[in-house]
Every structure is written in C-alpha cells, then in structure tokens.
C-alpha cells in the first residue's frame, strides 16, 4: 500500500501549490481558471473566475433581473438546466455526483447552497467578485477518459480563454482554452 498513499500524497501537494499560485494571480474579467484532477474514479474540476463572466455583473443580486441570471447560472452549473457544462468521453462513464457553488458577493440561497452560519463575508469588496466553483465526478471507466470538453463558453458569453491546470495519476500538464479550442486532452 506504500506506493499509493505516496502518490495519493504527491497529488495533494501538487494541488495545493496550484491552488496558492492561482491566489495571487489578477482578476481579469473574460478569463477563469480552472483546476482539473483525476484521481483514480473521482474527477475533480475547481472553477474560479470572475462572476461578471458568468452573470454580467459582479455586485449583489438585488434586482429580480440580477437574481434571475444568478439563478440561470446555477441551474446551469449544477446540471438541471439545459445541456452540461463539462462533457467527458461518453465511454469512460462519468456522471456528476456534487456541485459546489461560492461568491462572496451573492446570497448562498441563490446558489443553491445552505444558508451559512454568519452571512457571507463583505468587506474589502472591490467593486470585484469572483464564483468559486466545485464539481465532482465519478467516473466507471476513468482509463478511457481521453479528453473533456469545456462548454462554459458556449453557455456563457463572457468567457474569453480558460487557463487549464490537470493533474493525473500519469502526469500533468497546463492548456489554454478558448471558445475554438474547447477541450482538454487528457493524457
Ligand atoms: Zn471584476
């Protein structure tokens, strides 16, 4: 068993260097970033980009317009609107089993989460927000995953290009998508 909590370990280090790197980088509205870790059956996808690439706008949603388009978005994001957003190889058998969405500018009711304990953190808002996005799959087959198709553009109109970061049991590797190059390969 040696040998697999080694790489188990490895795989989390990895991630979390990823992640400290992509906390110091600019807000920069048409472009997200997007973290992708396969591991085994579980596959993995954290999305950070800035709100206004999904909604419009990055302040709260107080108008019922605003609210609508938040609530679009999470139907979208969670699966039970029209069409997916990340569609994997068909035969590797991939099916979403949790969505986990976070702003610091929106309500976590409009996002379909639990109300938190103490309201969402505001202060130091810039005039900035940014969605924090978590989706996990579960994939039967994950050796036949040969790539993942990014919709986000095609749903979203304020995607420009998508920094990819993947991370695999085999190797890892960095893309940049955009809405002509829309899939992540996976090695
Ligand atoms: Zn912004």
Redesign the pocket.
């Given at each position: 068993m040696y040998p697999r909590f080694r790489h188990t370990i490895a795989l989390v280090a990895l991630l979390s260097s990823a992640s400290l790197l992509h906390a110091h980088e600019a807000?920069v509205?048409g472009v997200g970033k997007l973290d992708v870790v396969l591991d085994g059956q579980a596959l993995s996808l954290h999305l950070d980009s800035?709100l206004?690439n999904l909604v419009g706008f990055?302040h709260a949603a107080n108008s019922a317009k605003d609210k609508a388009a938040v609530q679009a978005m999470t139907r979208t994001l969670r699966g039970t609107g029209t069409g997916a957003v990340f569609v994997a190889s068909p035969s590797a058998e991939c099916k979403l089993s949790g969505v986990k969405l976070e702003s610091a500018a929106l309500d976590p009711a409009l996002l379909g989460e639990p109300a938190a304990a103490k309201p969402a953190a505001q202060a130091g808002h810039d005039g900035?927000a940014d969605l924090d996005a978590d989706f996990t799959f579960r994939c039967a087959h994950p050796e036949r995953l040969q790539k993942i198709e990014v919709r986000l553009f095609d749903t979203f109109k304020g995607f420009n290009s998508i920094d990819v970061q993947l991370v695999t049991g085999k190797r890892q590797g960095a893309a940049k998508l955009t809405p002509a190059a829309n899939s992540i390969a996976v090695p």
């Open positions: 807000h509205h800035p206004v990055e900035h």
